[in-house]
């Protein structure tokens, strides 16, 4: 399931790539992309909300809100 993931204070890329980094690292998670600009996570996984906003804040950032993509293709 693709899902969205809004977070608090990602100010540049080396905190984007901290971020990416670390949600790659957890099993059950197939892809993550940052924007820092925007202050959010795309991010492939089947793993519930609750771990992936401890993985975050465990990068030591916070998650706003967890929410699915939506996109033209679901």
Do not use: T
Not at 12 to 27: F, G, H, I, P, T
Not at 40 to 69: N, T, W
């Amino acid at each position: 399931m693709k899902k969205v993931i809004e977070i608090e204070d990602l100010c540049c890329k080396k905190c984007a790539e901290r971020v990416e980094r670390k949600l790659l690292l957890l099993q059950g998670v197939s892809g993550a992309k940052a924007n820092f600009k925007k202050g959010i996570v795309f991010v492939e996984s089947e793993l519930p909300d609750e771990e992936l906003k401890s993985c975050v804040e465990d990068a030591g950032f916070h998650v706003k809100d967890i929410r699915p993509r939506k996109g033209i293709f679901g």
